[in-house]
C-alpha cells in the first residue's frame, strides 16, 4: 500500500503591499536593493485576517477540488508556526469548523519553513501503518505579524499564505512518493528566532532583566522575528544540496529525471545559488517570490499552483518539493503526481 495526493491547492490573502510601500517605509535606494537581493517585489497580508480563517479556506478549497466531502477525512494535520492560539491547538478548531467527524485525528505541527515535506512524510506514515485513511494537511503561516515594520530584513519579505493537501491511499505500493530526505541542526536555532511571547520569555521586559539583551546584542525587536541573513544563507548552501542528492539517490533517480523542482521561496538570490550548485536548469526551478514574498510552510505548495496555473493539460509529473530554514530544518520529497490535482492560486 502506497499514498496518493487527491488535491493540492493554495490560497493568498486579497490584500498586498509593493514597492511602493517598501520605497515610503526605507526609501528608495533601500527599496531597490531589497528587491534585487530577495526577489520580492509584492507579497499578500492578511491585515485582519487570522491563521484560522485562511487555513479554513485552504481546507475547504481542497475539499473541493479533491470532490469529496469533509466526513471523508479521518486525519488533519496543521503545519504552522502562527497557531490561533497558545492552546487549544488550531488543528483542533479546524475539525470542528470544517464539519470533519469527532473521530478525526487532529494534530499541530509547529514547524515553519520545511513544514511541508515534514507534513507530507507524517501524513504517509500514519496512513500507510493504517490509522488513518485519507489525511488533510495545512500549511501556512500569517508570517507578516512577525516582522518588525522597521526591520529592512524581515519587514519586506515575510507574508502570508496557505496550502492544502489532501492524501490518501492507494493500492500501489509506491504511491505518489518516490523519494526523500531530511534534516535537522539545532545549533542554529538563534539564527531565525522570536525570542519573547512564550515560555523562555513570557514578556519583553523579561529579555532585558534576564541580560539576553547583552548576550544577543544583534536583536533589535526581541518581539519580532529576527533573522541572520549571512548565517543562513551559508547553513542552506551547506545543506540543501547534499539533502537532494541524497533524495535523488533514495528514489533511484538523476536530477535530470525530475520535471521540476518547487523549492521553498525564500529568497531568489538564494535559491539561484543552490540551484547552481547542485546543477539544476534554471526553467526546472520555478520562482514566485517577487509575486508573493516568503510564505513559510506553504511556499513550496504555492511555487507548485503557480507553475501549474498555466499548463491546463494533465500530465504525471516527477515534482521535488525542496524546503529548508528555520529550526535549522530541511526536508525533500520527491513525488510523482497527475498535475490535473494542483489547483490555481486563489485570493481570498
Known amino acids: 500500500m502506497g499514498v496518493i495526493v487527491r488535491s493540492m491547492v493554495s490560497i493568498v490573502p486579497k490584500e498586498t ?8 517605509r526605507f526609501g528608495e535606494e533601500n527599496a531597490i536593493r531589497i528587491s534585487k537581493t530577495t526577489g520580492v517585489n ?12 485562511l487555513a479554513y479556506e485552504a481546507g475547504v478549497y481542497a475539499i473541493q477540488k479533491a470532490g469529496i466531502t469533509a466526513q471523508d ?16 491547538s488550531t488543528a483542533c478548531i479546524l475539525q ?7 473521530s478525526t485525528f487532529a494534530l ?14 507524517t501524513a504517509k506514515s500514519l496512513i500507510e501503518s493504517k490509522i488513518l485513511n485519507r489525511v488533510l494537511l495545512i500549511c501556512g503561516d500569517v508570517t507578516s505579524m512577525n516582522a518588525a515594520p522597521e526591520d529592512q530584513s524581515t519587514y519586506p519579505l515575510f507574508a502570508d499564505g496557505f496550502g492544502a493537501v489532501i492524501i490518501e491511499e492507494c493500492s500501489n505500493v509506491s504511491g505518489s512518493m518516490l523519494g526523500y530526505a531530511f534534516g535537522t541542526d539545532g545549533s542554529g536555532w538563534k539564527n531565525l528566532v522570536i525570542h519573547t511571547g512564550l515560555s523562555h520569555h513570557k514578556t519583553l521586559e523579561s529579555f532585558y532583566t534576564s541580560g539576553d539583551n547583552e548576550r544577543y546584542p544583534q536583536v ?3 518581539d519580532y522575528v529576527y533573522m541572520d541573513g549571512s548565517q543562513i544563507f551559508t547553513f542552506c548552501l551547506r545543506e540543501v544540496p547534499p539533502m537532494v542528492e541524497k533524495a535523488l539517490e533514495n528514489a533511484k533517480l538523476s536530477k535530470d529525471e525530475i520535471d521540476v523542482y518547487c523549492f521553498h521561496q525564500a529568497n531568489g538570490f538564494l535559491i539561484n545559488h543552490i540551484r547552481n550548485k547542485i546543477g539544476i536548469p ?41 524546503a529548508f530554514g528555520v529550526g535549522y530544518s530541511w526536508s525533500t520529497v520527491i513525488m510523482d503526481m497527475d498535475s490535473s490535482v494542483i489547483g490555481e492560486i486563489q485570493e481570498v
Open 17 to 24: 503591499i509593493g514597492l511602493q510601500e517598501i520605497t515610503e
Open 42 to 53: 509584492k507579497m499578500h497580508i492578511a491585515n485582519a485576517r487570522s491563521t484560522l480563517e
Open 73 to 88: 477525512i479521518d486525519g488533519l494535520l496543521m503545519v504552522t508556526q502562527t497557531p490561533e492560539y497558545r492552546l487549544p
Open 96 to 102: 470542528d469548523k470544517l464539519g470533519m467527524g469527532k
Open 108 to 121: 499541530d505541527i509547529g514547524l515553519g519553513c520545511s513544514g511541508f515535506p515534514y507534513g507530507f512524510l
Open 220 to 222: 533589535q525587536y526581541p
Open 282 to 322: 534554471k526553467e526546472k526551478v520555478p520562482m514566485c517570490m517577487d509575486r508573493y514574498g516568503n510564505t513559510s510552510s506553504s511556499s513550496a505548495i504555492l511555487a507548485a499552483c503557480d507553475y501549474f496555473r498555466d499548463k491546463p493539460e494533465a500530465k504525471k509529473c516527477k515534482i521535488a518539493f525542496v
